[in-house]
């Protein structure tokens, strides 16, 4: 799968600005940026990302419910999500897997590694990440 | 049980004793009956006997007839009177039986001899022996036919005709009348012997009943006895039973009994708490009932394992409640057996351990949400180095994520920080340093400090004051809660105003509201809000720098100083977030000093911080004391020579030397030596040297305004008051006594002998005396019994003296309150007690105005305790309450 354009979706705005230059310039790939569930809504409509980095716990409309709200949307619904999360206790990274996410990667994360993580999931060759 | 056989014999023998014991009875009592026959016959025939000597007499012996009536009354009479008054006073006796029997036949033998000897009055022979036969005795018969015989055989010589009617008679004619008689008794013998025989048999017979009966109703008491016994072990296990019973229904755990395959068949009380099913709604239903879906397996696998015996210990699982909530349980279940080992039933115990687990879900969800919250800044920590290092970036985006990653540092710095904070108050380990602040002051501060995030925010701050009462409370923590509020309220209420409300709260506490026109809270999320991290899967916290700690923080703080915190709010017009803390009240314990006298209001503040200097100044001033504040020890030495101040407060570690020195400098002054010195200091209590001057108290920093204010007072007051008059000869021990009294604050007066202790006692009026006995002129004894006689009487004593003193010597050496100490067996802290209990009792009797207990605190306030800091803090409240 080849990747052109992600979303990165995190309130926490020091997050949002490692994960965009890590994956601009280690990924070489074209990043956009939510600071919330509804942001990434609307982004996701008008840009149309190819995989989205999505931080589960957010104030207002958090993770898991941008994500159900995203299958709802037709055209996006198929867009693979990748949960972002700081919650890296087994049970958890187990629970936001069986939501339906292609994987989870844990905070922290190594910003060198972050693409290549993202790309192992999305080819299915792990399902998540451990720092 | 006894053996068959040998009960018998043992009731045979019974019956034998018993039967010989009645066949006697009855042998007596025909004995008794046949003795009173025979005297009632006698008399009867001895009347008869007279009527025949006077009706036949005559005929048969016509020469003598009034000798045979003679005859018949008094040899008749005789005859009659012995066995009559045998058979009344002994009868039943063989001796009375016998005699009855001799007199009976001596009797016929009269009569046949009044009748002249006639045939006929033989008969009377053979009556008697029949009457006689009566006795059932054959012996009787044979005693009275022994009589007969010899009456006839010795009459037939001596004087037939009065035996056989004639004077000429055959020497064998007693033979044939005692042949005769012989014949008789045979038959009477027998009848006799028939007789006995038959009583004898009717005697055993019912002896037989009797003893029969009696071992029956023996029989019947004991298994009566047996039955009553058994009655009452059986009422015991009863009542132990219903015991058991009584603590199965009562038990907090579920007790089920089941049937080997699960049916119910006892439900305690516990059971129908835990599962909400009343005994009758379960009562021989499966309890497969009360198992969810996912346990069905496990619980077929119990039953399984009860039915071959085995035990069930202490499994956790989970069971199903009559309103389908499933909870948690620790189950055992046992296995009943009977005798032959056969599983009866299963006893299936279950603990409830919801609580346990909601313990350790929240233990757990805490440490789940501090990893989240380390890891969420370490994320951009580790991400900003991380690129940094690669290289791979301009060196403006470089410097962008120094920044990123300082500010996470920051953060997380804050959190630890926050996070131990935390721990520390609500273990109870933080100090609070409260003194008295006015509640606008702490209002205007943090109006000003948080004047950059409102203006940042578009938000104005307002307030009102509704009371304008002092606090007292530890003004850091105090402005660290009202900020947080404040702060909370400025980021809910964007472009809008955040007001502070003071008022009055409960109990004599100061309420503090900060109101906000934000978005609300919901009521359920309220109760949330002063958890640790609760308020992060749905707040604005974190974006907004918070740690999610801050309202936990507040609540503890402000608990922590007895006060309370809380939240009122309506989703859409805003909330109140309010806190109160304990407002100041005067204590009654400082009316002591007059705040008019401005030479005794001077106190020298030695202190190099600038900003304690400046807490303590204006706390003085607070108190109209007047504060020389100096930064130094030059300073203070300057300072010294120029003013007598009313009190010293002294830091240690001075920029330009040791504080200690001033109190040197201080000693080498007769002005300035009863000046009293509190210490302020980091250090130990410990190090300062003995001995030292004047210091009253040493006070650790962070020193609490309120203790600080206490021990100034207390110290002048001392300084004031307490004078102590010290007597001894020798120089070198007084000194050091004096010296030692004077390190407490109190003022010395120095006495060498008695006439001037005398003298100075008159002059000066100690409030104590410390005397020495062996003293050069007039020893201890004329001069406690001089001062007694004296208005100084009532005086505090303490005997201060080499001697062991005998009780009678103490006695003597009593003025008022008197102590006696022995020089070498009592240190400098026993001598330090004793003065301070004298003067204590001294306070307690002469200053009820002091009414918090100030004789107590007296010795606290000499440092003879080691729990200052508590016991301050504790008058400090009482004061507060009082």
């Given at each position: 799968m080849k990747i052109k354009r992600i979303l990165v979706v995190d309130d926490d705005p020091a997050i949002r600005k490692v994960a965009e230059i890590s994956l601009s310039r280690v990924g070489k790939w074209e990043v956009l940026a939510a600071d919330s569930g509804t942001q990434a809504l609307e982004v996701v409509c008008q840009y149309k990302p190819d995989v989205i980095l999505l931080d589960v716990m957010m104030p207002g409309m958090d993770g898991t419910t941008t994500f159900r709200k995203l299958q709802e949307q037709s055209g996006v619904e198929d867009t693979p999500v990748i949960f972002l999360t700081a919650k890296v206790q087994k049970h958890e990274v187990q629970h936001y897997c069986e939501l339906g996410a292609v994987g989870v990667i844990t905070k922290p994360f190594d910003p060198l590694k972050l693409p290549d993580d993202i790309m192992n999931i999305l080819n299915g060759v792990i399902t998540s990440t451990w720092m | 049980?006894?053996?068959?056989?040998?009960?018998?014999?043992?009731?045979?023998?019974?019956?034998?004793?018993?039967?010989?014991?009645?066949?006697?009875?009855?042998?007596?009592?025909?004995?008794?009956?046949?003795?009173?026959?025979?005297?009632?016959?006698?008399?009867?025939?001895?009347?008869?006997?007279?009527?025949?000597?006077?009706?036949?007499?005559?005929?048969?012996?016509?020469?003598?007839?009034?000798?045979?009536?003679?005859?018949?009354?008094?040899?008749?009479?005789?005859?009659?009177?012995?066995?009559?008054?045998?058979?009344?006073?002994?009868?039943?006796?063989?001796?009375?039986?016998?005699?009855?029997?001799?007199?009976?036949?001596?009797?016929?033998?009269?009569?046949?001899?009044?009748?002249?000897?006639?045939?006929?009055?033989?008969?009377?022979?053979?009556?008697?022996?029949?009457?006689?036969?009566?006795?059932?005795?054959?012996?009787?018969?044979?005693?009275?036919?022994?009589?007969?015989?010899?009456?006839?055989?010795?009459?037939?010589?001596?004087?037939?005709?009065?035996?056989?009617?004639?004077?000429?008679?055959?020497?064998?004619?007693?033979?044939?009348?005692?042949?005769?008689?012989?014949?008789?008794?045979?038959?009477?013998?027998?009848?006799?012997?028939?007789?006995?025989?038959?009583?004898?048999?009717?005697?055993?017979?019912?002896?037989?009943?009797?003893?029969?009966?009696?071992?029956?109703?023996?029989?019947?008491?004991?298994?009566?006895?047996?039955?009553?016994?058994?009655?009452?072990?059986?009422?015991?296990?009863?009542?132990?039973?219903?015991?058991?019973?009584?603590?199965?229904?009562?038990?907090?755990?579920?007790?089920?009994?089941?049937?080997?395959?699960?049916?119910?068949?006892?439900?305690?009380?516990?059971?129908?708490?835990?599962?909400?099913?009343?005994?009758?709604?379960?009562?021989?239903?499966?309890?497969?009932?009360?198992v969810p879906e996912d346990r069905k397996d496990e619980f077929e696998q119990?039953?399984?394992?009860?039915?071959?015996?085995?035990?069930?210990?202490?499994i956790e699982t989970t069971r199903l409640?009559?309103?389908g909530i499933i909870v948690p349980v620790l189950?055992?279940?046992?296995?009943?057996?009977?005798?032959?080992?056969?599983?009866?039933?299963?006893?299936?115990?279950?603990?409830?351990i919801t609580e346990r687990k909601e313990a350790e879900k929240r233990v757990s969800e805490f440490y789940s949400m501090v990893s989240h919250e380390l890891r969420t800044p370490l994320t951009s920590i580790r991400g900003a180095l991380g690129l940094i290092e690669s290289g791979l970036i301009e060196p403006d985006e470089s410097a962008d994520l120094v920044q990123v990653a300082r500010g996470s540092a920051d953060r997380l710095i804050r959190l630890i920080n926050d996070m131990l904070d935390l721990k520390k108050i609500e273990s109870?380990?933080?100090?609070?340093?409260?003194?008295?602040?006015?509640?606008?002051?702490?209002?205007?501060?943090?109006?000003?400090?948080m004047?950059g995030m409102a203006s940042e925010e578009a938000v104005?701050?307002?307030?009102?004051?509704?009371?304008?009462?002092?606090?007292?409370?530890?003004?850091?923590?105090?402005?660290q809660?009202?900020t947080n509020l404040v702060s909370n309220a400025i980021k809910f209420s964007p472009r809008g105003?955040?007001?502070?409300?003071?008022?009055?709260?409960?109990?004599?506490?100061?309420?503090?509201?900060?109101?906000d026109?934000g978005p609300g809270i919901s009521n359920s999320d309220m109760h949330k809000l002063f958890g640790k991290f609760q308020q992060l899967d749905s707040s604005d916290t974190r974006p907004k720098g918070g740690t999610g700690l801050g309202l936990a923080i507040c609540k503890a703080?402000?608990?922590?100083?007895?006060?309370?915190?809380?939240v009122?709010s309506?989703v859409g017009?805003?909330s109140?977030f309010?806190?109160?803390?304990?407002?100041?009240?005067?204590?009654?314990?400082?009316?002591?000093?007059?705040?008019?006298?401005?030479?005794?209001?001077?106190?020298?503040?030695?202190?190099?911080?600038?900003?304690?200097?400046?807490?303590?100044?204006?706390?003085?001033?607070?108190?109209?004391?007047?504060?020389?504040?100096?930064?130094?020890?030059?300073?203070?030495?300057?300072?010294?020579?120029?003013?007598?101040?009313?009190?010293?407060?002294?830091?240690?570690?001075?920029?330009?030397?040791?504080?200690?020195?001033?109190?040197?400098?201080?000693?080498?002054?007769?002005?300035?030596?009863?000046?009293?010195?509190?210490?302020?200091?980091?250090?130990?209590?410990?190090?300062?040297?003995?001995?030292?001057?004047?210091?009253?108290?040493?006070?650790?920093?962070?020193?609490?305004?309120?203790?600080?204010?206490?021990?100034?007072?207390?110290?002048?007051?001392?300084?004031?008051?307490?004078?102590?008059?010290?007597?001894?000869?020798?120089?070198?021990?007084?000194?050091?006594?004096?010296?030692?009294?004077?390190?407490?604050?109190?003022?010395?007066?120095?006495?060498?002998?008695?006439?001037?202790?005398?003298?100075?006692?008159?002059?000066?009026?100690?409030?104590?005396?410390?005397?020495?006995?062996?003293?050069?002129?007039?020893?201890?004894?004329?001069?406690?019994?001089?001062?007694?006689?004296?208005?100084?009487?009532?005086?505090?004593?303490?005997?201060?003296?080499?001697?062991?003193?005998?009780?009678?010597?103490?006695?003597?050496?009593?003025?008022?309150?008197?102590?006696?100490?022995?020089?070498?067996?009592?240190?400098?802290?026993?001598?330090?007690?004793?003065?301070?209990?004298?003067?204590?009792?001294?306070?307690?009797?002469?200053?009820?105005?002091?009414?918090?207990?100030?004789?107590?605190?007296?010795?606290?306030?000499?440092?003879?305790?080691?729990?200052?800091?508590?016991?301050?803090?504790?008058?400090?409240?009482?004061?507060?309450?009082?």
């Open positions: - | 049980m006894p053996d068959t056989t040998t009960g018998d014999v043992v009731l045979d023998i019974k019956i034998g004793q018993r039967a010989e014991q009645l066949f006697a009875e009855k042998q007596k009592h025909v004995y008794v009956e046949t003795d009173k026959l025979m005297s009632a016959l006698m008399i009867v025939q001895w009347f008869v006997g007279v009527i025949i000597s006077l009706l036949v007499s005559p005929i048969a012996w016509p020469q003598s007839s009034h000798d045979q009536l003679m005859m018949a009354i008094f040899l008749g009479g005789f005859i009659t009177a012995a066995p009559v008054l045998l058979a009344l006073k002994r009868p039943g006796e063989t001796l009375t039986r016998h005699v009855i029997a001799i007199s009976q036949m001596v009797y016929s033998a009269l009569l046949i001899h009044l009748t002249g000897g006639r045939v006929e009055a033989h008969f009377h022979v053979f009556g008697s022996l029949a009457v006689l036969s009566l006795y059932r005795d054959w012996r009787v018969l044979v005693s009275a036919t022994a009589v007969v015989a010899a009456n006839h055989f010795v009459g037939g010589i001596v004087f037939p005709e009065s035996v056989y009617g004639t004077k000429e008679i055959q020497p064998w004619r007693w033979l044939e009348h005692a042949w005769w008689v012989v014949f008789a008794d045979t038959f009477l013998i027998k009848a006799c012997l028939t007789q006995v025989a038959e009583m004898q048999a009717v005697s055993h017979r019912q002896s037989q009943v009797l003893e029969t009966r009696t071992s029956i109703e023996d029989l019947v008491n004991k298994r009566t006895a047996e039955l009553q016994a058994s009655e009452r072990r059986f009422a015991e296990q009863y009542a132990e039973k219903e015991q058991l019973a009584e603590i199965v229904a009562s038990s907090n755990d579920s007790i089920i009994g089941q049937t080997p395959e699960g049916m119910i068949i006892s439900w305690n009380k516990g059971a129908e708490r835990c599962f909400g099913y009343t005994a009758e709604e379960v009562m021989y239903q499966n309890a497969s009932m009360l119990f039953v399984q394992a009860g039915r071959r015996g085995q035990v069930i210990e202490s409640r009559k309103d189950i055992t279940r046992s296995p009943m057996v009977d005798v032959a080992k056969h599983v009866i039933g299963i006893s299936e115990m279950m603990h409830d109870g380990k933080m100090e609070l340093h409260r003194t008295r602040f006015e509640s606008e002051e702490l209002v205007t501060q943090v109006i000003y400090a004047q104005s701050i307002v307030y009102e004051m509704t009371s304008a009462d002092a606090i007292y409370a530890d003004w850091d923590k105090s402005t809660v009202l105003q955040v007001k502070i409300i003071v008022g009055k709260g409960d109990y004599q506490r100061i309420r503090f509201s900060v109101v026109d703080l402000v608990e922590r100083h007895g006060g309370a915190i809380g009122e309506i017009q805003g109140t309010w806190f109160e803390l304990p407002a100041y009240i005067d204590s009654p314990a400082f009316a002591g000093v007059n705040p008019g006298d401005t030479d005794s209001r001077t106190i020298l503040l030695v202190e190099d911080d600038h900003d304690l200097s400046e807490v303590f100044s204006k706390l003085l001033e607070a108190h109209d004391f007047v504060p020389l504040a100096c930064r130094t020890l030059t300073q203070a030495r300057e300072a010294i020579q120029l003013a007598v101040p009313a009190l010293v407060i002294l830091d240690v570690s001075l920029p330009d030397g040791n504080g200690l020195e001033l109190i040197e400098d201080l000693r080498q002054n007769p002005e300035l030596i009863d000046v009293p010195v509190l210490v302020v200091t980091g250090h130990n209590r410990e190090e300062k040297g003995s001995g030292s001057a004047t210091v009253v108290d040493w006070l650790c920093k962070p020193c609490d305004g309120q203790v600080l204010i206490n021990s100034i007072y207390r110290a002048l007051e001392l300084a004031q008051r307490c004078k102590v008059l010290v007597v001894d000869d020798d120089d070198s021990t007084r000194r050091v006594v004096a010296a030692q009294l004077k390190a407490m604050g109190l003022s010395c007066v120095e006495a060498r002998d008695g006439t001037e202790a005398i003298s100075l006692t008159e002059l000066e009026s100690p409030d104590l005396i410390v005397l020495d006995v062996m003293l050069p002129d007039i020893d201890g004894f004329r001069v406690v019994e001089h001062l007694n006689d004296s208005d100084a009487g009532a005086t505090p004593l303490l005997v201060y003296t080499c001697r062991d003193l005998t009780i009678s010597e103490r006695q003597q050496l009593t003025l008022g309150v008197t102590k006696h100490l022995t020089k070498g067996d009592s240190s400098e802290t026993d001598l330090k007690q004793a003065v301070a209990e004298l003067l204590g009792s001294l306070s307690a009797a002469a200053k009820r105005r002091d009414k918090d207990g100030k004789a107590d605190s007296f010795t606290d306030l000499l440092g003879l305790t080691n729990e200052k800091t508590e016991t301050d803090e504790d008058q400090c409240l009482s004061g507060q309450k009082g």
